[in-house]
């Protein structure tokens, strides 16, 4: 029986590359996948994922008011499953849509993204995948400590760590650093110390 499956990980922990993989898995053995990205995700062009290794392919773009079980009934039927890149962004409609798809074609359904913000505030997509994927596993990073990262610090232009500002914003290295807590509070504190 086909699952859906959550796959987070902190930024850098190789999500994008994990879920480039397992694209190519599925078409190595000649089935076809359905490669959705929200639309929200723009960093690399409309309809691109790209990992930080290199790896990249063209997926469908799935705006917000888009149905997500519609569209695989409609146009990607013949696929054996389903994977997105960027779950996070997803709505919690959408997330229900594609956990549909798992129960009314037998089609695996693989989400890979974040579980949390720059605050560790879930994001809507991933707090439905916490409540009703199958399967939860979280992708190991380290943070510079050698702990592990649990944490996607937003950093300013200088590099600092910051802890006010919008749930979204696009970026990569240059913006984001994976903390474990401990270090991520350490930078809370000191910047509370100067402000």
Same mark, same amino acid.
Do not use: H
């Given at each position: ?21 397992? &694209?190519?898995?599925? %078409? !190595? ?9 929200? @639309? ?39 696929? &054996?499953?389903?994977?997105? =890149? !960027? ?38 997509? @991933? ?6 994927? %199958?399967?939860?596993? !979280?992708?190991?990073?380290? /943070? =510079? /400590?050698?702990? &592990? ?24 290295? =240059?913006?984001?650093?994976?903390? /474990? ?10 910047? %509370?110390?100067?402000?």
């Amino acid at each position: 029986m086909a699952k859906l499956y959550f796959k987070y990980g902190a930024m850098g922990s190789s999500k994008t590359a994990q879920a480039l993989i397992t &694209k190519f898995n599925y %078409e !190595e053995r000649n089935m076809k996948v359905m490669f959705l990205k929200p @639309s929200r995700d723009t960093r690399d062009g409309a309809d691109v994922v790209r990992s930080r290794i290199g790896l990249e392919a063209r997926a469908t773009v799935l705006g917000p008011e888009d149905n997500a079980y519609d569209l695989f009934r409609d146009r990607f039927r013949d696929c &054996k499953a389903v994977v997105v =890149d !960027e779950c996070q962004f997803l709505t919690p409609a959408q997330v229900d849509q594609l956990a549909d798809i798992t129960i009314d074609f037998d089609v695996a359904v693989l989400c890979f993204g974040l579980r949390t913000d720059f605050q560790t505030k879930f994001f809507p997509g @991933s707090r439905r995948l916490m409540e009703i994927a %199958e399967s939860i596993q !979280e992708i190991k990073m380290v /943070c =510079d /400590c050698g702990a &592990k990262a649990t944490v996607n610090a937003r950093l300013d232009d200088n590099g600092d760590v910051i802890f006010e500002g919008e749930q979204v914003v696009l970026g990569g290295n =240059d913006r984001y650093r994976a903390m /474990c807590r401990k270090c991520w509070m350490k930078a809370r504190r000191a910047r %509370e110390g100067k402000e």
